[in-house]
C-alpha cells in the first residue's frame, strides 16, 4: 500500500548510506532521527552528565567514555552516571548504544535507564525506577537487586544497545545488531540512559546517535509510523446525519480551491458537489490577475492593480502596502520589476558603485536611521555606520552585479515563445507576460495560484534590469521607500517586522554580487509567495470573507494538537507529523 511508504526524510534516517553521507555533510544526525523534538524545549541527551554522577565514575572524550575509578571491592563500590538530560516523548522510539572498550576485572556493568534523583552509587536496574542489563549474568533488574533470566553476558568489544518505545512505554535491548526482545513494560516517562560501573579497568562508549548505530532501529521506526497512521486513517467518525461529514468535507475543498483561486477546478468541482461560491468568479479572477503578477516579480503592476481594482484596501492597511514596496524594491534589485525594464542600456555597473552620483550627507538621527540612509543614498568614500563606526565597504568590484550572475533569471512565470520587447544584456528576449494555456504549470506553495512556469531562453541568470537609468529608478524608489518607513514610525511606532524588513532590503546594496549574500534569499523567487499570501489574505477580509480557508486552518489545528501531544508526554506525536500523512 501507498500509505506504507515512508518518506523521503524518513528513508534518509533508516538508510545507513543515507545517513552515512548526512554524517559528512556534518548534519546533526540527532534531529534527523528524532524531528519532531523540540530542543528549545526539551533537549535530546547527547552526553553523560558531569554533575550527575557518583564519584567513582570518571568522564572523557566529551563526555561520551565513562571509565571506572573506584575500589571495586563490594556492591557498595558501584557507580552510575546519568545523561545531561531526559528522553524526550516527542522521541516516539529513543535509542542509544554503548560499546565495551573493556570489562576489567570482573566486568560488572549494567546499561540501561532511570529517573531523576535515583541513588547513582547503585547500579542501573536495583532500585524504584530504575531498570537495567548487566553484563556478568545477562540478567535484566528492574527496582530489585534480583534480576530476572534475559539475554546473554556480554564483554570487551561488545556493543549493547537499549531502546525506549514511548508509544507503549516499554524498553528492549539488542546486542552487537541482534534485538533481544522486550525487557520492561509500563516505563514510567522522563526516564535518563544511564550505565553503571563496578570493578577497576571498566571502560565504555556511548554513542547517543552522533554515529550510524550498529542496530538499524529504521523498521522499528517504520512499523511504528504505518501504525499510527494506520489508526489515524482509521479511526471511527460518527456521521450526526446521512452525508454530514461528505457535505462539510466539499465545502472545505470548495473554499480551499476559490481562495487560492483555481476557477476552472472549482468550478467543475462545484458542478459535481452542488456546492455555492460565497465569492463570484469575477472577484476570483480579479485576485488570481493580482497574484500572478506578485509571483512574477511584477509588483508595481500589482499594487496599481490592486488600489485599481479595490480602492482604499493598501490604503487602510500602511503595513500591507510597506511590505508590497519592501519587495517590489527587491525585485527592482533583482531586474523583475517592471519599472526597471522601461531602461535599457548597454552600460552595466556595479550597483555599489552607481550609488556614488547620489551621495548625501548623513541625516541627523540614531546608527540605525544613518545606515538605512546610507544605504540607499550612498556614503562618504562607500562608507558605512556599523555598530557606531565607520567601515569601509570591501565589496567594490565593477560589472560584479549585472555580469555572470549563475542560476535562472530571477523570473519563473513566463513563457520563452513571446516576448514583450525587452532584452537581457546577451540580446536575447525574456518574455515578461504570463502564458495561461502552457501546460507546464507550477502550483506555488502558500499562495497556491494557478501560474504558469518556464524558463528565459538561457539558463544563466541575466539581470535584465541591470542598467543606469534602471538603477537610478531603483534608488529613487528606494529614498520614497525609506522615507515611507519614517512616516509609518511617526504615525504607528515602531514596528519591529517593519525595520528588519527594510534592512534587509536595502542590506543587498552592500554587495557587488546580492545573489550571492548573505541577504540574497530575498531574491529567490519563492520569497515572494509570503506577500502573495498576506495580500490575498487582505483582498478576501475586505469582501467579508475568511482569511484563511477552513482546509488549512484544520491542519493548522491539527499540527497544534501533535505539539500539546508531545507536551502531554504521548510518543505517538513523533510520527502523527501532518505532513507526511497529508500526503497519504
Given at each position: ?8 526524510e ?11 553521507s ?97 541513588n ?33 553476558t556480554?564483554t ?13 512505554n516499554?524498553?528492549?535491548?539488542t ?20 550505565v ?29 509510523r ?33 481562495h ?21 468568479l ?10 500572478k503578477?506578485?509571483?512574477a ?13 479595490y ?8 503595513n ?34 552607481s ?38 565597504d ?24 513571446n516576448?514583450?520587447?525587452y532584452?537581457?544584456?546577451?540580446g ?33 541568470k ?65 520569497q ?46 513523533s ?10
Amino acid at each position: 500500500m501507498t500509505m506504507m511508504a515512508a518518506t523521503s526524510e524518513e528513508r534518509s534516517v533508516m538508510d545507513p548510506s543515507r545517513t552515512n553521507s548526512v554524517q559528512n555533510q556534518s548534519v546533526d544526525r540527532l534531529k534527523m532521527l528524532y524531528p519532531m523534538v523540540n530542543e528549545d524545549e526539551t533537549p535530546l541527551p547527547r552526553s553523560w552528565s558531569p554533575k550527575d554522577k557518583y564519584n567513582y565514575i570518571g568522564l572523557s572524550q566529551n563526555n561520551l567514555r565513562v571509565h571506572y575509578k573506584g575500589y571495586g571491592k563490594t556492591h557498595k563500590d558501584a557507580a552510575s552516571v546519568r545523561t545531561t538530560h531526559p528522553i524526550p516523548a516527542a522521541c516516539g522510539l529513543y535509542y542509544f548504544e554503548v560499546k565495551i572498550v573493556s570489562k576489567g576485572r570482573d566486568g560488572y556493568m549494567g546499561i540501561g535507564l532511570s529517573a531523576h534523583g535515583v541513588n547513582v552509587n547503585r547500579l542501573p536496574g536495583w532500585d524504584k525506577h530504575s531498570y537495567g542489563y548487566h553484563g556478568d549474568d545477562g540478567n535484566s533488574f528492574c527496582a530489585s537487586g534480583t534480576g530476572q533470566p534475559y539475554g546473554p553476558t556480554f564483554t570487551t568489544g561488545d556493543v549493547i544497545g537499549c531502546g525506549v518505545n514511548l508509544v507503549d512505554n516499554t524498553a528492549f535491548y539488542t546486542k552487537n545488531g541482534h534485538h533481544l526482545g522486550i525487557a520492561f513494560t509500563d516505563l514510567p516517562p522522563n526516564l535518563y540512559p544511564t550505565v553503571g560501573l563496578q570493578t577497576p579497568g571498566e571502560v565504555v562508549d556511548a554513542n547517543f546517535g552522533q554515529q550510524p548505530f550498529v542496530f538499524d532501529i529504521g523498521d522499528m521506526m517504520n512499523e511504528l509510523r504505518v501504525r499510527t497512521r494506520l489508526q489515524i486513517i482509521n479511526y471511527p467518525t460518527p456521521d450526526h446525519g446521512q452525508g454530514h461529514w461528505q457535505a462539510v468535507l466539499h465545502k472545505m475543498v470548495s473554499t480551499y480551491l476559490v481562495h487560492h483561486g483555481y476557477c476552472a477546478t472549482a468550478e467543475a468541482f462545484a458542478s459535481s458537489t452542488g456546492q455555492v461560491f460565497e465569492e463570484d468568479l469575477n472577484s476570483i479572477k480579479n485576485r488570481q490577475k493580482i497574484l500572478k503578477l506578485v509571483l512574477a516579480g511584477r509588483m508595481g503592476e500589482a499594487i496599481e492593480l490592486t488600489s485599481r481594482l479595490y480602492p482604499g484596501l493598501l490604503e487602510r492597511d500602511p503595513n500591507l502596502l510597506f511590505a508590497l514596496k519592501c519587495r517590489q524594491f527587491v525585485e527592482m534589485v533583482n531586474g523583475s520589476d517592471s519599472e526597471v525594464y522601461l531602461s535599457n542600456s548597454e552600460n552595466q555597473t556595479s550597483v555599489i558603485q552607481s550609488t556614488k552620483a547620489y551621495t548625501k550627507s548623513s541625516t541627523n538621527g540614531n546608527v540605525e536611521d544613518m545606515n538605512l540612509n546610507n544605504a540607499i543614498n550612498g556614503a562618504p568614500e562607500q562608507q558605512q555606520f556599523i555598530n557606531g563606526q565607520i567601515e569601509d565597504d570591501v565589496e567594490m568590484e565593477e560589472n560584479t552585479v549585472i555580469n555572470g550572475v549563475k542560476n535562472t533569471n530571477g523570473y519563473q512565470n513566463g513563457n520563452q515563445n513571446n516576448t514583450n520587447g525587452y532584452k537581457c544584456q546577451n540580446g536575447e528576449d525574456v518574455d515578461m507576460e504570463i502564458d495561461t494555456t502552457n501546460h507546464n504549470q507550477q502550483q506555488n506553495g502558500n499562495c497556491g495560484m494557478n501560474v504558469d512556469c518556464s524558463t528565459a531562453k538561457s539558463s544563466k541568470k541575466q539581470l535584465c534590469g541591470g542598467n543606469k537609468q534602471a538603477i537610478e529608478k531603483m534608488l529613487e524608489f528606494g529614498r520614497q521607500l525609506y522615507a515611507q518607513s519614517l512616516l509609518l514610525r511617526q504615525q504607528h511606532g515602531k514596528n519591529e517586522a517593519n525595520k528588519k524588513m527594510i534592512q534587509d532590503a536595502f542590506s543587498l546594496l552592500a554587495y557587488s554580487n546580492p545573489w550571492n549574500s548573505p541577504v540574497g534569499w530575498q531574491l529567490d523567487p519563492q520569497q515572494r509567495e509570503t506577500v502573495c499570501a498576506r495580500l490575498n489574505s487582505a483582498i478576501l477580509e475586505s469582501s467579508n470573507l475568511p482569511r484563511r480557508p477552513p482546509l488549512e486552518v484544520a491542519v493548522s489545528h491539527a499540527r497544534e494538537l501533535v505539539r500539546l501531544m508531545s507536551n502531554a508526554g504521548l510518543g505517538a506525536c513523533s510520527f502523527a507529523v501532518v505532513d507526511n500523512i497529508i500526503q497519504y
